[in-house]
């Protein structure tokens, strides 16, 4: 390496000294050809100099995917972000299958999977992000927070550009006396740290109510019947049973508050702003309660529904039935298998896998009886990535694989989950109790639960029986 730094420093000299002394401009365009080698093997960045420590051979040029300095290409531009999603993942497989084939613990093999599976993860995630802008641009939405800068500010600052006079003691300081010389940029939009939002209200049947709550009746349809002859009596037969379920509304508020001058001084719609972040707020709530409430003040959650769960004898029909993943710790492509074949035929039109991101780390390594891997990525802008076939639905708040646990549901959430809405959410601006303070007292009223557990499966970490 240090012989190969010094001829790279002779090397950069000479091409100094030739163009500055050589009257040949052809000459010296040759000598830079003939150096070029040298100048690019001490350019080159210091992972392609690595040795591969399992091989003991040169490492290739890594992916762009997989690298440390993270995503190059434009997160806005799917067919780019596909494209590395598509790379990333294919050198995922290679890798993986090169650590299934060795059959040995190899630390720097791990290593370098699990390297390249959050790379993999990261582009999903960001194809998942442009999906869900898609959908919402596509719903009509748009951008938020932005407003036209100063007119009168804008005014001066074009007045001087054009006409070009200058007073003496000018500062930047003060708009008056030169500031308008140096106008400041800055974004008039409010940047939020992430709230994971869950999309069960999404994918789920929901309602608005008028009343105080909804009562829903179920029949279990157990009528009985016979064949008799044409003269034998005739017995009383079972007529079948009915259930009800109660879907009654909790109630989420927030109360924040804004100084008044801050309100009537600000660049930025404040109370549009408060009243986006008091709804994400909610759906993030809402989302939680959804999956795992337990209905004290709140909705009840699908989980809460399962075999075996807090509310298993709930519903009249029973609970959401559980399909082992096949092993006490792990998944299984088995599993995965059982569990799609579970569900009615009469449901698979519109089933789903609802499941954590991090539990999908361990799918992308399940393999069918032809050893093709069962997880692909998206193939195009606005389509999800699949298991089996089947669309995954991140749900934030699902439970990680381990032991005993619910990793994943499986089947169609419109059929299976109701959400019960009372019509709007309320806004009480009060200027009065805490003066100078305007509070922003923001309520919304929220039910939900199992409507049908038959056309739902949860798929539990565990070995068969």
Do not use: C
């Given at each position: 390496m240090r012989t190969l730094a010094f001829a790279a420093l002779f090397a950069a000299a000479a091409i100094a000294c030739v163009y500055a002394f050589s009257p040949d401009v052809a000459l010296a365009s040759h000598f830079v050809r003939l150096t070029a080698p040298i100048m690019a093997c001490v350019m080159l960045p210091a992972s392609t100099m690595k040795t591969d420590l399992v091989a003991g051979t040169a490492l290739r040029p890594v992916p762009r995917a997989v690298t440390s300095m993270g995503v190059r290409a434009?997160?806005?531009?799917?067919?780019?972000?596909?494209?590395?999603?598509?790379?990333?993942?294919?050198?995922?497989?290679?890798?993986?299958?090169?650590?299934?084939?060795?059959?040995?613990?190899?630390?720097?093999?791990?290593?370098?999977?699990?390297?390249?599976?959050?790379?993999?993860?990261?582009?999903?995630?960001?194809?998942?992000?442009?999906?869900?802008k898609i959908a919402a641009q596509a719903a009509g939405g748009g951008v938020i927070g932005d407003i036209p800068p100063d007119p009168e500010y804008l005014a001066a600052f074009k007045a001087h550009m054009r006409k070009g006079t200058v007073e003496a003691a000018l500062t930047k300081g003060t708009d008056a006396d030169g500031g308008y010389l140096a106008p400041v940029e800055w974004d008039r939009s409010i940047t939020g740290k992430l709230k994971q939002v869950s999309p069960i209200r999404a994918n789920a049947r929901v309602i608005s109510i008028t009343a105080a709550g909804f009562k829903k009746l179920f029949t279990d349809r157990s009528i009985a019947s016979g064949w008799v002859g044409e003269t034998a009596a005739r017995p009383e037969t079972a007529g079948p049973g009915f259930g009800q379920l109660d879907f009654t509304p909790g109630e989420i508020y927030a109360n924040p508050a804004i100084s008044q001058q801050l309100l009537d001084d600000a660049a930025i719609d404040?109370?549009?702003?408060?009243?986006?972040?008091?709804?994400?707020?909610?759906?993030?709530?809402?989302?939680?309660?959804?999956?795992?409430?337990?209905?004290?003040?709140?909705?009840?959650?699908?989980?809460?529904?399962?075999?075996?769960?807090?509310?298993?004898?709930?519903?009249?029909?029973?609970?959401?039935?559980?399909?082992?993943?096949?092993?006490?710790?792990?998944?299984?492509?088995d599993g995965f298998i059982d569990l799609f074949y579970s569900l009615p035929s009469e449901y698979r039109a519109n089933a789903k896998l609802y499941t954590a991101r991090g539990s999908q780390a361990a799918m992308r390594k399940l393999k069918d009886g032809q050893n093709n891997y069962l997880w692909q990525p998206s193939y195009a802008a606005g389509q999800p990535?699949?298991?089996?076939?089947?669309?995954?639905?991140?749900?934030?708040?699902?439970?990680?694989?381990?032991?005993?646990?619910?990793?994943?549901?499986?089947?169609?959430?419109?059929?299976?989950?109701?959400?019960?809405?009372?019509?709007?959410?309320?806004?009480?601006?009060?200027?009065?109790?805490?003066?100078p303070y305007v509070h922003f007292y923001t309520t919304k009223r929220v039910g939900g639960g199992l409507f049908n557990p038959e056309p739902m499966r949860a798929l539990k970490v565990a070995a068969n029986s």
């Open positions: 434009d997160v806005n531009d799917p067919k780019k972000m596909l494209a590395e999603l598509h790379s990333a993942f294919e050198a995922f497989k290679a890798e993986n299958d090169k650590a299934l084939k060795a059959k040995v613990d190899d630390v720097v093999m791990t290593e370098k999977i699990g390297r390249i599976d959050a790379a993999v993860d990261g582009f999903q995630k960001i194809i998942d992000d442009l999906n869900a404040l109370e549009q702003w408060l009243a986006d972040e008091v709804d994400t707020e909610f759906a993030r709530q809402e989302g939680i309660a959804f999956l795992s409430g337990n209905g004290v003040n709140k909705p009840f959650g699908i989980l809460t529904y399962v075999a075996g769960a807090a509310n298993a004898a709930k519903h009249p029909w029973g609970a959401i039935p559980v399909v082992n993943s096949g092993a006490a710790a792990l998944l299984t492509a990535a699949t298991l089996g076939g089947e669309t995954i639905v991140d749900i934030p708040d699902m439970p990680a694989v381990a032991a005993g646990a619910i990793a994943a549901l499986y089947g169609d959430m419109g059929s299976s989950f109701l959400v019960v809405d009372r019509v709007g959410i309320r806004v009480l601006r009060d200027p009065y109790t805490n003066k």
